[in-house]
């Protein structure tokens, strides 16, 4: 029998002798690599933070004792120990358990969280409610993988460093974010690993913090005694632990960047490609490697998330001085960008759409307001069948509805790269560009579009009655629409590719008066303060009746894309449908 089938509760974990514990270990990162080859997810940081979860539910009492994680890069062997074991050891659980924290499955968790740098502050809050209630728990906050570089996490730490209470920040140092460390802080935390937490030049203590240091952080043992130590201790304090990112599976302690995260079936052999298929993530790096060739001051940024963007080893090496990761900190990101451009720098900044949210006011008062010549390229932009934690859908009512922002939205390879032309080119407009998701779409003829003619729409099929706009990547579904329609009505309708998201092109709006009665608006996102509504509010004191088709605001949770596509109208069928009864 494994120790593993006799945890049900953290309270099992008290019963445990060392031996078991260590057994209990690789038991649990067995389960861990099981899950992530069936379904995916975070590998690395769970697999090194295993001997630190069992010590935490050793040493302290959850839920009454409450532990916040950081990002939930980190919080599956807690899930585990936690009763929910099964979503890591039958795979027909497996899509019943998410990869993050959340108090939906379990009283042990107490925030839903998929962003990043929050514990501290998250923890903070929970100590000062504790302590106008006058009771004695302790508050643990788990921060580490490169999250102390985001802002938040240094506001948290100076606020929490004001408590005359317990916390207890542990931070896990793996010496990693999602790709290297980058930052001042973690040359201080390397000073701190030298020199086994002795070095007088400590930033923890030098804001307030008693400080403790556990080398060897995989050590469940040296683990149990810095918890017991700390344990209902009565101000801010900090436990640094040393551990191995990837630890007891080979592959990901050699390639920590690589298996920060995998997708389904990592464990079974590859088969090589025979030809590297073209991304629109290599047609970026690519042209950025071009500009610098041709002596251009381009410089590629990202906050931390490198892979996500194609901004692979090779890409850094060959780009060298003009790539930057700021690290895990998107407000950062988008200023420095504004100062790069101010000064005559040409900043490409590329980042995820769930994570541009985080930096809305840099991109209004330090970007736009300044009318700095950056460009932002969103990527993953849609609807799609993610976690509520990373959603995509909210990027283009967040950017569009900024003033002097230029967001463009390129249904194809030959747009995409004009567009992303034009931007690093022109010195006018803060620019953003929402990256196709999916296959590369090729029309094989070049995009001669003057983009400097902001909001002019394109006509790409003249028809009557029906006029179709696709946004971005439903463009497509618009030409499937056009199809159906004339089909079934026996009606050609007009076919519109708008490629600008913050503005309307009002001649050509005023020019469909003449012979059409419905227009249709499809866009891969939110529709409340999207691109449709602008059109719909531009005909609204008109005859014209508008049709907006995207999705609803609403957080949804693993929802199959499908589903979500039918939930929202969004086929060919039921938009065809719906066209159908309004003309009837």
């Known amino acids: 029998m494994k120790i593993l089938d006799k945890i049900n509760s953290p309270k099992d974990v008290k019963n445990l002798t060392t031996e078991e514990m260590n057994i209990l270990s690789e038991e649990i990162r067995e389960a861990i690599l099981n899950r992530v080859n069936k379904v995916g997810g975070h590998l690395g940081p769970d697999l090194g933070i295993v001997e630190a979860t069992i010590a935490l539910h ?8 409450k532990i916040i994680f950081d990002v939930s890069h980190q919080c599956y062997p807690h899930k585990i120990i936690t009763g929910r074991k099964e979503g890591f050891t039958n795979p027909s659980e497996h899509p019943e358990i998410s990869g993050y924290s959340n108090p939906a499955e379990s009283e042990h968790d107490h925030f839903v969280i998929g962003h990043t740098s929050t514990s501290i502050s998250l923890a903070t809050g929970m100590a000062k409610a504790r302590d106008l209630a006058k009771e004695k728990t302790n508050i643990i906050a788990l921060i580490g993988d490169g999250s102390l570089s985001g802002g938040e996490a240094f506001e948290g730490l100076n606020n929490a460093a004001m408590l005359k209470s317990n916390i207890i920040i542990v931070i896990n140092d793996n010496e990693m974010s999602i790709a290297e460390n980058q930052g001042g802080l973690y040359k201080n935390l390397e000073l701190l690993r030298k020199t086994n937490g002795q070095a007088n030049n400590n930033i923890f203590t030098a804001m307030g913090f008693e400080y403790h240091y556990v080398d060897e952080g995989n050590n469940t043992n040296k683990l149990i005694e810095a918890f017991t130590k700390v344990k209902n201790i009565g101000h801010p304090t900090i436990v640094h632990i040393h551990t191995l990112k990837g630890k007891g599976y080979k592959p990901a302690e050699e390639d920590k960047e690589t298996y920060h995260w995998q997708l389904p079936g990592f464990l079974e052999p590859k088969i090589a490609p025979e030809n590297i298929e073209e991304t629109y993530n290599t047609l970026t790096t690519n042209y950025i490697i071009s500009k610098k060739q041709e002596g251009v001051p381009i410089v590629a940024i990202t906050p931390a998330t490198p892979g996500a963007t194609g901004y692979d080893k090779e890409f850094r090496k060959i780009l060298g001085s003009q790539f930057v990761d700021v690290g895990i900190a998107e407000q950062h990101s988008v200023g420095y960008a ?15 759409s769930s994570f541009i949210q985080r930096a809305y006011d840099q991109i209004s008062q330090d970007l736009a307001l300044n009318n700095s010549p950056a460009t932002i390229l969103v990527y993953w932009g849609g ?18 509805n900024i003033p002097n922002i230029v967001y463009l939205a390129p249904t194809n390879k030959e747009e995409y790269l004009a567009m992303l032309d034009w931007s690093v080119k022109q010195n006018k407009y803060s620019t953003a560009i929402r990256v196709p998701f999916g296959p590369v779409k090729s029309t094989g003829k070049k995009d001669d579009t003057d983009y400097s003619l902001i909001n002019k729409f394109e006509i790409t099929e003249i028809g009557e009655k029906i006029a179709i706009i696709g946004v971005g990547d439903f ?32 001649e050509l709006l005023e020019k469909l008066k003449e012979n059409h009665q419905i227009v249709v608006t499809l866009e891969n996102g939110v529709l409340d303060g999207g691109f449709g509504e602008k059109i719909s509010r531009y005909y609204g004191p008109t005859n014209m009746k508008v049709l907006n088709y995207g999705g609803k605001k609403e957080f949804t949770d ?8 039918k939930k929202y109208r969004l086929t060919k069928e039921l938009i065809t449908e719906d066209i159908v009864k309004i003309l009837a």
């Open 58 to 65: 050793y040493v302290f009492n959850s839920p009454s004792d």
């Open 338 to 352: 504004s100062g790069l451009a101010k000064n005559g720098a040409k900043p490409i900044l590329g980042v995820l």
């Open 383 to 400: 609807i799609s069948n993610a976690d509520m934690t990373h959603l995509q859908t909210f990027d283009i009512p967040l950017i569009s």
């Open 475 to 506: 463009y497509e579904l618009a030409k499937e629409i056009k199809t159906e329609i004339l089909n079934k009505l026996q009606i050609k309708s007009t076919l519109i590719n708008p490629k600008f998201l913050t503005g309307i092109d009002e």
């Open 558 to 565: 693993r929802i199959p894309l499908h589903e979500l596509y």
